[in-house]
């Protein structure tokens, strides 16, 4: 398959996921996943996705600008890098934001191994 198929279609499916149910993330995840998020680092989906739901937003809306891919090892793991514009509800001015996502193969489905993400301060 394309790598930038793939990453395009996650990519869609991620955002799309995280701004209308993020609890849905559980299963892009598994225990050994981890996610830093700001600098704080976090391991296991459960814990992603805890500290995912507890952000201190309840809607928003993630705008993408760009997405990149690499494949990335000989087991068909992918490196995908994002940015784009994230809009919070109520708020004048979108943050803009960095996410890099190691995506590892599993029988043939793609799981999220690590997750970088940070704001983009200018």
Same mark, same amino acid.
């Given at each position: %398959?394309?790598?930038?198929?793939?990453?395009?279609?996650?990519?869609?499916?991620?955002?799309?996921?995280?701004?209308?149910?993020?609890?849905?993330?559980?299963?892009?995840?598994?225990?050994?996943?981890?996610?830093?998020?700001?600098?704080?680092?976090?391991?296991?989906?459960?814990?992603?996705?805890?500290?995912?739901?507890?952000?201190?937003?309840?809607?928003?809306?993630?705008?993408?600008?760009?997405?990149?891919?690499?494949?990335?090892?000989?087991?068909?793991? %992918?490196?995908?890098?994002?940015?784009?514009?994230?809009?919070?509800?109520?708020?004048?001015?979108?943050?803009? @934001?960095?996410? %890099?996502?190691?995506?590892?193969?599993?029988?043939?489905?793609?799981?999220? @191994?690590?997750?970088? @993400?940070?704001?983009?301060?200018?």
């Amino acid at each position: %398959m394309d790598p930038d198929a793939v990453a395009k279609a996650f990519v869609e499916h991620y955002y799309t996921t995280f701004d209308s149910n993020r609890a849905g993330l559980v299963s892009l995840y598994q225990e050994g996943s981890m996610l830093t998020f700001e600098g704080q680092k976090i391991q296991g989906s459960q814990n992603i996705v805890a500290k995912l739901t507890s952000l201190p937003f309840q809607q928003c809306k993630h705008n993408i600008t760009t997405v990149d891919c690499q494949p990335s090892g000989p087991a068909g793991g %992918m490196l995908v890098f994002v940015s784009g514009n994230l809009q919070l509800a109520g708020e004048q001015h979108a943050l803009k @934001f960095s996410q %890099m996502f190691h995506l590892v193969s599993n029988q043939g489905n793609y799981y999220v @191994f690590n997750d970088i @993400f940070r704001l983009n301060y200018a």
